[in-house]
């Protein structure tokens, strides 16, 4: 029962009773009571009707894993976030050594950065996608953003205001986020063919085929490398026909630059498409992330990129991107653009960051050498080919949904419906507990 809060005098003489004000448990108290009594004073929110949003499907199964109380040899194969063997997070050296030098300047301060970012790690962002000294390049604009997805995005407001009723073309499948960054931009996105299920492999005649068919003017979406979810990247040769068609049809690739270094632990080769784009004269724009292949996912430090024909229009396009920006967040944060700056422009912490990102591409490929092998084992007479033909985090195992409801169900496994797996999660150690239960699963769940 809640408190009467009116107080009267004791005096004799009448006098208004003197209100008192609730606590605020109180307060809370008496709302909870109304809102259990219902009536004509009980008010509903405005946005009763917003529906339920279903839980992210990278972060959702997460959540899933998390709660699963099987602590023996449970899985996580859906983030796509760098592990040890150990299954531990990996804290760069660089990075630690980075933060040290970065908190013992005297200097620092916590300003604001300006709308295109720190200067110096756009230089250093620039340079180590394009090539030394790219930075100074006129046609070159750079804008720092929120990682790859901020990167992603800006593009996307750029695109609906500078390219209307443009669509833009990306893989299918492609990563998960890229139609809801641009759906929710306004943009139509439509898709092109890319992975082809019965040769579990690139279908670059379907891909080609679709290209050519995409009105012309129209964006393409692009994984530079390490394509995620299948991880089947194009080769050189297919780089060129790819090039061959957008240059033809005068279509505006997008790359997609996330795992830089991921794909084969050389920087330079992982670079090779966007930097073949521009020699061949065809403008382009780049959102690049720093979170794979420095760790730095908690950070938000990335780019979007224009490389255009002319610096007179490369001006003005950073300009737009900077109004763009300046409305969506004003500014981008500094600790993770000091961190790539700090590293990128020593030259002894750039040697030793190219060891770390090789001992991480490294560890990946041993990965999937121990699943390959003991998929053979288990199953001679199966095609495993694809899983070291395969490059960077992922492999798209080309399992069903309910085979992977029953890896999730009988041995604890996760990974996404579409049966992409991060190699990254997977321990060798584990590898034939993996193997063993998708051949289980292939054998016993048929479609």
Known sequence: MRKVFAACSGSSSPSPPQLQVPTPSEALEIAREKAEQGGPNQRLSRFKDVPMQPLDPVFGLTEAFNADPNHGKKLNLGVGAYRTEDLKPFLLNVVREAERRIVQKEDRNKEYLPIDGLPEFRKAAADILWGPGSFENPRLSVVQSISGTGSLRLAAEFFKIFMPGKAIFVSDP?????NNIFEDAGMQVEVYRYWDTKTMSLDLKGMLED????PEGSVVLLHACAHNPTGLDPGH???????DVIQRKKLFPFFDVAYQGFATGNLEYDAHAPRRFVERGIELAVAQSFAKNLGLYSERVGTLQFFLSDGESARRVHSQCKRIARAIYSNPPSHGAMIVAEILGDADLVNEWKKEVRLMAERIKEARAALSKCLYEEDPSGDWSFVVGQKGMFS?????????????????IYMMKSGRISLAGLPTSQARHLARAMVDAIRTVKD
Do not use: R
């Not at 492609?174 to 890229?178: G, I, L």
């Not at 290209?211 to 995409?214: F, T, Y």
């Not at 040769?237 to 090039?243: D, L, Q, T, V």
């Open 211 to 214: 290209l050519e068919n995409a």
């Open 174 to 178: 492609t990563w998960a986020n890229h």
């Open 396 to 412: 798209y195992t080309g399992l069903s949904k309910p085979q992977v409801k029953y890896l999730e169900e009988k041995y604890h």
């Open 237 to 243: 040769e297919e780089w060129e026909s790819i090039a």
